[in-house]
Every structure is written in C-alpha cells, then in structure tokens.
C-alpha cells in the first residue's frame, strides 16, 4: 500500500523547501500564524499533535488558510489518524516509526512520512512502502554526517529525507544542499516568544529569510 506522497504535493513541498514546525496552544492563533508563514513565503507546515488545541487549529488552517499545505506531526497512535484526517490533514510525520501508525495511515490514504535514526530504521520504513523519510533527530543525533552514512546503502531505492531537529536559519543551506535531502524543517521560525506576543511580523520575517536561503540553493 502506498504512504508515498503524490507527486504534486513533494513537487510542492520541495519547492517550498521548508516545512514550518508549529506547536499551537491556542487554536486563536492558527490563522494568523498560517497567514504570516505565507506573507514571508513558507507554505508547509507540520502542526504538531502535542496540546489539546492542535487539531482545532488545523480545522481552521483548512477552512481559511487553503494555500498552506497541511501536514500534521507528532502522530504517534493509529487513533490519531482518523480524527487528523477529518479535520483535513494533508499529510503526517511521526518521531519515530510505528508501523501500526503507517499502516493505519496507508489505509487512510494519508502520505505519511515517519522518523528515521538508523539503517534498522530505514530498513523498517522501506518495507513498509515509505520513501520519505524524516531524518530526527538531525543535528544531535550526528547531523548530516550521520545522514549521509545511513543514507548511503538505500540512496538506490530512492530514499530521501526531511532532517528536523536542530535545523535553523544557521545551517539551512548546507542541510538544503544536501543530495539525500528533499526539504528541511523546524521550530526556529515560530518560536513561542513570537506565539505568546502574537508577533507575527517577526514570524514573517523568520519566514522569508528561510524562503531566501531556499531560493538560494540551486536545483
Ligand atoms: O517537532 C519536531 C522537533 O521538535 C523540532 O525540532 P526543533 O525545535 O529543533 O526544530
Ligand atoms: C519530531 C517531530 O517532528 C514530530 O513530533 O513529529
């Protein structure tokens, strides 16, 4: 069964080139957070599945932001998906790999990609239908040295990764020039400062500085 993501919508999320991380405690600020990522540029986000507001926020992301592309995080439990998928996620991301979670999510029709830290990781995914991969965590756990030794006996299958963890304005480039990677993603540009001043100018900001280091990076 399929978690791949259509070709249109990596096509989109590789253009974008940065998936915004979001931790959303009040599902208020959903919209106006959506709407500051898309001023600055950013029109991916994972919204992550860690307090009570975030499939709330995600409904209201769906009815008035449709130019952001939806995907949700931390999806950790096979009855985490029915209720993702009905609230109009686009796609999951996982910390780790479950595979009752990806199967749940195949059956679902949801692309999913789950987290990966080692060639046992890969190996797993693999079997399960999953070449997106998110490489997590990505800096503490070897950063792209360790990437691109995992990398290394699966590039033939057309394994490619999302590294999250510790990614940020400071090492978007080198992680974007990377072969084995197809998008970065982060926290950085929604810190919860930002959130609890509702600073979204700042949030604006953050966005189209990562959106020019992606453009920076050649094809
Ligand atoms: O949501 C996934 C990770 O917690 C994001 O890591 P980060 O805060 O280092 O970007
Ligand atoms: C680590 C991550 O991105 C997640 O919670 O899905």
């Given at each position: ?21 979001l931790i959303i405690d009040d599902a208020s600020d959903a919209v106006?957070l959506a ?12 919204l992550t599945l860690r307090t009570d507001a975030a499939v709330d926020a995600l409904r209201r992301i ?10 949700i995080?931390t ?8 209720p993702i998928?009905?609230a ?107 959130l ?24």
């Open positions: 069964m399929e978690s791949q993501f259509p070709p249109d919508m990596l096509q989109r999320i590789e253009r974008s080139g940065v998936i915004s991380v106006p709407k500051a990522l898309l001023a600055g540029g950013v029109d991916a986000m994972e769906r009815d008035e932001v449709p130019e952001m592309l939806a995907g995080g999806v950790i439990s096979v009855d985490q998906i029915d998928v009905a109009g996620a686009q796609f999951a991301v996982s910390p780790g790999l479950n595979p009752q979670v990806v199967r749940k999510a195949q059956q679902a029709g949801l692309p999913f990609a789950p987290g990966v830290m080692t060639p046992s990781d890969i190996e797993a995914a693999v079997e399960l239908g999953c070449r997106e991969l998110k490489f997590f965590p990505a800096e503490p756990s070897g950063g792209q040295t360790m990437l691109n030794s995992i990398r290394a006996p699966y590039a033939h299958l057309g394994v490619r990764f999302v590294p999250l963890g510790g990614v940020n304005e400071k090492n978007a480039a080198s992680w974007l020039s990377n072969p084995g990677v197809f998008a970065i993603g982060g926290s950085w540009l929604t810190p919860k400062e930002c609890q001043k509702k600073d979204w100018t700042e949030v604006t900001r953050r966005a189209a500085e990562a959106r020019a280091i992606a453009d920076s990076i050649s094809p």
